[in-house]
């Protein structure tokens, strides 16, 4: 029996790094990427949030635009993968606070309807790491021979179970870039110097406040964030899978990955943040996503 090839496509919001994406065939569809009034390539560093601090330093106003990928950009994804594949699986952000969905199926309606019908897209309605599980499951399960239709009712299941919360370390960035003002960036200022912090989920496909949580840092705030999660939920006892991303804080991210792998917690994949999520959040950012595995 002749199984059917699939190629993935996903977008940069999944956090799934290119090395990676390399190894398993997968097409990432990066986003665009502008930072008002700073040449970002004359600024040292040897990422983006190290140029952000750099240039923070010296002064500048640092915050990122982020649009939404090219439409070519998506067609040229479908065209290679249409010519290694049989059929073509794009795993996007969430269309409910990204417009990266409309963008894929307006390239899908450029390919004549021979090709446009072996393309298929499908709605994670999450982002970041969380986006990056449904990636990850989607990968493992071609590697186990699924179909296309095995694989697409097996992602819809995780919707409900993927959680993902994201902690931040200084508000200057949020507030920089104008989505808080600076009243608030105060006031959150004042709430993490006495030990709460504000944070931010995914919930129903949509980044809303994740409530205060009190810790003495962001990754005792994500543990107890898990911990009370999956003591919630898991009631069956499955195994839980864990992405972890960060913005230029190593050391946090390798000391939350320790503690959950203590906790029983397989932790798929460590990686830097891509800037279409920490971007605006700042280095410092601290992401983790979690499921339970079917």
Known sequence: MITESIGIVTDEAS????????????????????????????????NVFEKMLEADRQGKKVFVKTSLSNIGDFKKAFEKQLKKFDKVLYISVSNKFSGAL?????????????????IFTFDTLSGSCGQGLFVIRAIELLEKGATLNNILEELKKMIPRV???????????????????????????????????????????MAVSGGIVRAKDEIEAITKFVKKSIKKTNINNSKVRAFISHGEVEESAAALEEKLEDMGIEVCMNTLASLVVA????????????HELS
């Open 15 to 46: 956090e799934i790094p290119d090395d990676w994406a390399r190894l398993h065939d997968v097409e990432i569809v990066k986003a665009i990427v502008e930072w008002p009034g700073i040449d970002m390539e004359k600024i040292p560093g040897k």
């Open 102 to 118: 409309n963008g894929a199926l307006q390239a899908i309606n450029l390919f004549p309807e021979s090709e446009s019908k072996r």
């Open 163 to 205: 959680k993902v919360i994201a902690f931040f370390k200084d508000p200057k960035w949020v507030v920089a870039s104008g989505r808080v003002s600076e009243t608030a960036g105060k006031w959150v200022r004042r709430m993490k110097n006495m030990g709460f912090h504000p944070a931010v989920k995914i919930k129903n496909g």
């Open 279 to 290: 971007g605006h959040t700042g280095p410092g950012t601290l992401l983790c996503a979690w």
